[in-house]
């Protein structure tokens, strides 16, 4: 029977006889009380006090991460990386929340004096009339003082500069709300790219154009495999298309890993090159450019450009190719992305948010209406020709997709986004890489918009043109300063300075509202509706600072961090072709294989045993390898 802890057992026997049997032969039973109330809230208590005492040393462990990571200018490592230098722009951050803390603690004090009540007019006689007989505190006379500045000095400039955001941020939310109304308007309408009837009979009639398929990629060892494989089974005949793997890897293992993946797939009959540059300029840019200065380019119609982390579909050519057929003014045909982790933890899930808004609502939307949109640099096939009457690639920006994609535009080359061709890759799943990745992205338009705004000014092209461009240009360039300078300086600032205002709504209701728009195109996602609302508060500070360092080429706005991916790849099973070992020197002794001693790697993490291979000395017989005379 239960001990009684309600209020039915008050009455009752307090501790019951517990017979409990020992094995312990000095000992044949022994009788336990159950605790009595009393001992249940004594319990209670002390495991309280022991929550309470626990704090402390928690809030300071908390406290000291936090001053680590604030010194050191990051929010995250990766792989033991060493910590970046300060940046003024982080040392002005800092500056700002020691001077808010300050001014909190004054304001703290002054509402405990009953200060807050007056108005500044007051604070002025009350100075004046202190002032004469000399008895007003020192506090007090700074705080009157304070209130003074702030009126007259601090208020005005600040309500102007929120009146200006607030403008800003109407314009962007109303631009996003007619996006939404067109997406809705074009998935009620079931309107869709839709090649020409011909141009589908003529790949069934076998007339294949000749396709170049290009996968640049630099030291991305966990996915150089998969991404291979996919391109060399795409549904084309092989005589028609061309793979170049270019590789900027400066990891000699690496090299050798992807040159002997492209070695497998030449000898099962693929068309599939090895290039590396040994002088890696321009990044991806110049690794392009490279490409395409082939002789052999020249044989070729179309371009299909894949990063080393996107895997398309087998019937990825024959959706897409038939789109060009008799659009002779189509230059580019953009898929969709799709993400296989999507779902890991909490970033890939705020990330798939504002991707699933920016290809369901804003490419879809601007493919249909004005027939041009950003190219995403990768997932996308392009007409040979658009590239050279555009200048081809150019290494003079981070961004070189967005580059071509404008000065493709202002020849007047109209581009196609099909959002039901997908293609399957990664989300960066540490902070990290993510950071990283965003500050390319959002340097990169602005090193584009200092260098592109004079041409799209002067271009001697459609008025049309010239207004799509200069629309880009002015979104890119308001979405980071209105939301870093409304909502992390301006709001803030507000709790010390009230006499500059902020409307409700705009603090409320509209952030709100273009939440659950943004969330729309992910339904799932409706959850993390609040976490992702604070999440794209705080990383418009990294955007901001991307931004500010592109437009006036600061720091490492030039910089090109390869973002990293993740081992995704299935583990093989009984194979021993699959690790080729021969070219090493080395050849499997089939009578000292353990079983399934080959499925117990991952090819992608084959890396380690061909280190292992390149440096240890020949085994001895009786082991698991023997050396190839």
């Known amino acids: 029977m239960a001990p009684p802890f309600g209020w039915w057992g008050k009455g009752g026997h307090k501790g019951n006889p ?101 108005v500044a007019s007051e604070l002025q006689l009350k100075y004046n009339f202190t002032e004469s007989f000399g008895v007003k505190d020192v506090f007090e006379w700074l705080y009157s003082h304070w209130v003074l500045i702030r009126v007259g000095l601090i208020a005005p400039p600040l309500q102007l500069l929120a009146n200006v955001c607030i403008v800003l941020y109407l314009t962007q939310s109303l631009d996003r709300l007619i996006l939404c109304l067109c997406c809705l308007w074009i998935r009620f309408k079931k309107i869709k790219p839709i090649p020409k009837e011909d141009a589908v009979a003529s790949l069934e009639n076998g007339f294949f154009p000749m396709v170049l398929v290009q996968i640049p990629m630099c030291n991305e060892k966990e996915v150089y495999q998969h991404s291979i494989a996919a391109m060399c089974k795409l549904e084309w005949p092989r005589s028609k298309f061309f793979i170049q793997v270019l590789d900027d890897s400066d990891d000699p293992v690496t090299q050798l890993l992807i040159k002997e993946e492209v070695l497998k797939w030449k000898q099962e009959g693929a068309n599939i090159v090895y290039q590396h540059r040994e002088i890696r300029n321009g990044y991806k840019a110049g690794n392009l450019k490279s490409a395409m200065s082939c002789t052999y380019v020249k044989d070729y119609e179309f371009v299909a450009i894949f990063d080393a982390d996107f895997q398309p579909t087998t019937d990825f050519l024959k959706r897409t190719i038939p789109h060009f057929k008799d659009n002779k003014d189509v230059g580019l045909i953009q898929a969709r992305w799709s993400f296989v982790n999507k779902e890991e933890n909490l970033l890939t899930r705020l990330q798939n948010i504002n991707l699933s808004f920016h290809f369901e609502v804003e490419q879809q939307v601007n493919g249909v ?154 339904p799932k996602s409706f959850p993390f509706i609040v976490p992702y609302l604070l999440f794209e508060n705080t990383m418009s500070v990294t955007k901001f600072n991307a931004m500010i360092s592109g437009l006036f080429q600061l720091g490492n706005s030039y910089e090109w961090v390869v973002t990293k991916n993740q081992d995704r790849c299935e583990t093989l099973w009984g194979n021993p072709d699959d690790i080729n070992f021969s070219c090493y020197g080395w050849t499997p002794n089939p009578s000292m294989v353990p079983n399934n001693f080959y499925g117990r790697f991952r090819r992608c993490r084959s890396i380690l045993v061909h280190r292992l291979l390149l440096q240890i000395p020949p085994y001895k017989n009786g082991t698991v390898f023997a050396r190839t005379e």
């Open 18 to 118: 517990v017979v409990v049997k020992m094995q312990n032969p000095n000992w044949s039973m022994v009788e336990l009380e159950a605790p009595l109330e009393d001992d249940f809230s004594s319990e209670t208590a002390h495991r309280a006090a022991g929550c309470l005492t626990s704090i402390a040393p928690t809030l300071a462990n908390l406290v000291a991460a936090i001053r680590r990571r604030i010194a050191s200018g990051r929010t995250d490592t990766e792989n033991g990386s060493s910590f970046e230098n300060r940046t003024g722009f982080h040392t002005c951050t800092k500056l700002f929340l020691w001077l808010s803390l300050l001014l909190l603690g004054f304001e703290i004090a002054a509402y405990n004096n009953g200060w807050h009540h007056f």
């Open 369 to 522: 209406l004005i027939n041009f949109f950003g190219f995403n640099g990768t997932a996308g096939v392009w007409r040979i020709k658009a590239l050279e009457d555009s200048g081809g690639w150019l290494e003079r920006t981070t961004v070189e997709d967005m580059d071509i994609a404008v000065r493709a535009h202002l020849q007047g080359w109209k581009f196609i986004f099909l959002n039901d061709v997908e293609c399957q890759c990664e989300l960066p799943e540490s902070y990290e890489a993510y950071r990283k990745q965003q500050h390319r992205w959002h340097s990169g338009p602005m090193q584009l918009f200092r260098l592109c705004l004079p041409d799209i000014i002067h271009a001697k092209c459609v008025e049309e043109i010239q207004f799509d461009l200069s629309v880009l240009s002015v979104k890119k360039l308001i979405l980071p300063f209105y939301s870093f300078t409304l909502f992390c300086i301006i709001l803030p600032m507000t709790m010390f300075i009230p006499e500059a205002e902020l409307p409700a709504w705009i603090v409320c209701y509209v952030p709100a509202t273009m939440s659950f728009l943004n969330i729309l195109p992910a």
